[in-house]
């Protein structure tokens, strides 16, 4: 598929597919293109070029009506002349389900969003939140086999959407749908998807199985946006076989020339005990207790780097202080500079030297 307003391509000749019976989820920084593609897929926006096969039925030119997916935009999309409770069920209206069904289906999927109160109210009298719910409620109530969802949980507070994110997963298993969801909340996603697209630009950077995607990233953009805290990752200089970059020394695969590479690591991986293949000195800039975690932003070498570790039985550095990272080299990933493509990971030194 491929959409362009003026001189910009929101999605980029953009090729995708989607597992049936999937909890998909399309993640990607803000402009990259999801919300246009979300609207391609149930026919508000034409395309330029491509086409939408569901099933293997063309349907790249059938009217929104005509494709039968339930959708929950990003905006909320609210009828202001109509309760809540018409807001949710006017899909059902449309289709002329019987009084009966509908009042059954709107105080069931009222439930499950807890704003079984506001059904007498209208738009105008619900906060920001209570309209998302309503607009994800109302996008849920219909027949639909495909639910497509554009970050419906955005402006959400934190304890609602977590509760929601758990709901939505179990109404995909129950209901046996297709679940395509777009966020911008790499966190999000990675606690919602079974299968992860990361999206750049208007083009899709890898698809995967999420903890595949997470663990083994084929490309250096995918580290870059998918985890929290943020991957570190940094260019260096590839020589005799070997890195040395931010204090830290370490061998490459024997078939990775010399130049610059794109190195990644997750922080989780990055130890502060001193216990490792690989160290340096780093100072301790930023300290963050999240509960269950420690988050510490070090500087080593000049170069940023961030750590994470459980917090149990963990002592907080001190801010300012001298410390020693260790990081066993086989959790680097490496990456080609000029295609972003994996190459493999770093090794040891001493492997490094014997290829060389």
């Not at 580290?223 to 929290?228: P, Q, S």
């Not at 086989?330 to 001493?350: C, H, L």
Request: include cysteine; charged fraction near 25%; aromatic fraction near 6%.
């Amino acid at each position: 598929m491929t959409k362009t307003f003026g001189r910009d391509k929101a999605v980029d000749d953009l090729s995708l597919t989607i597992e049936p019976g999937r909890f998909t989820v399309l993640c990607g920084p803000p402009k990259s293109g999801k919300s246009t593609l979300f609207r391609l897929l149930v026919g508000l926006e034409k395309a330029d070029g491509g086409r939408i096969l569901a099933d293997g039925v063309d349907i790249t030119d059938l009217p929104p009506g005509g494709r039968n997916f339930g959708y929950v935009p990003q905006s909320f999309a609210l009828y202001p002349h109509m309760t809540v409770f018409e807001n949710i069920a006017y899909p059902l209206r449309l289709a002329r389900a019987p009084s009966a069904e509908v009042a059954k289906r709107v105080d069931r999927s009222a439930a499950m969003l807890s704003i079984g109160h506001l059904m007498k109210k209208t738009p105008d009298q619900l906060s920001g939140g209570e309209k998302q719910r309503v607009a994800v409620a109302r996008g849920l109530l219909t027949s639909a086999t495909v639910f497509v969802l554009d970050d419906p949980l955005v402006g959400l507070d934190y304890k609602l959407r977590e509760r929601l994110m758990d709901d939505l997963k179990h109404l995909c298993e129950e209901l046996q749908a297709t679940f395509f969801y777009a966020t911008a909340d790499s966190l999000e996603a990675l606690t919602m998807a079974q299968d992860l697209v990361v999206i750049d630009d208007g083009r899709v950077v890898e698809k995967d199985d999420v903890l595949d995607l997470y663990r083994e990233p084929r490309f250096a953009r995918s580290v870059e946006l998918i985890g929290f805290p943020k991957a570190n990752v940094w260019d260096g200089t590839a020589r005799d076989g070997v890195v040395e970059t931010g204090g830290l020394r370490f061998g490459l695969p024997s078939d990775v020339p010399e130049g610059t590479v794109r190195l990644a690591l997750r922080p989780e991986d990055v130890r502060l005990d001193g216990a490792g293949e690989v160290g340096a000195k780093a100072i301790v800039r930023i300290v963050e207790h999240l509960g269950s975690e420690i988050v510490v932003y070090l500087e080593s070498d000049g170069m940023p780097m961030t750590a994470a570790f459980p917090s149990a039985h963990a002592a907080l550095p001190e801010i300012d202080a001298e410390v020693r990272i260790a990081i066993d080299p086989q959790r680097i990933m490496v990456f080609d500079a000029a295609t972003g493509e994996r190459i493999g990971r770093a090794q040891p030194q001493r492997e490094a030297v014997d290829h060389g």
